[in-house]
Nanobody
């Protein structure tokens, strides 16, 4: 009964910034790594980045320092802060948890366009 609810997606201009949230329930949030993915039209879902239970982070190479994953264990929420957005960042963004059986949430749409 894991629940994952993404929010914060919007239309932004190239070079803009956007913060996404992933509110969770149904598991002990602080004990697990959280991961962000994205899926653009006609493309496979791809890894964006993850944050471990201890706060360690790793990212896909296309991030190139632009994105930051964080978590607030008191709020059972993971975050993805995206800066210097590019049109190729346009996608539906999803979060998930590693090591717990969970269905995908609905995702949140990020559109980068002028």
């Amino acid at each position: 009964q894991v629940q994952l609810v993404e929010s914060g997606g919007a239309l932004v201009q190239p070079g803009g910034s956007l913060g996404l949230s992933c509110a969770t329930s149904g598991f002990t949030f602080s004990a697990y790594a959280m991961v962000w993915y994205r899926q653009a039209p006609g493309k496979q879902r791809e890894f964006v980045g993850r944050i471990s239970s201890s706060g360690g982070r790793d990212y896909a190479s296309f991030v190139k320092g632009r994105f930051t994953i964080s978590r607030d264990n008191a709020k059972n929420t993971a975050y993805l802060q995206m800066n210097n957005l590019k049109p190729e960042d346009t996608a539906v963004y999803y979060c998930n948890v590693l090591g717990v059986s969970a269905n995908w949430g609905q995702g949140t749409q990020v559109t980068v366009s002028s």
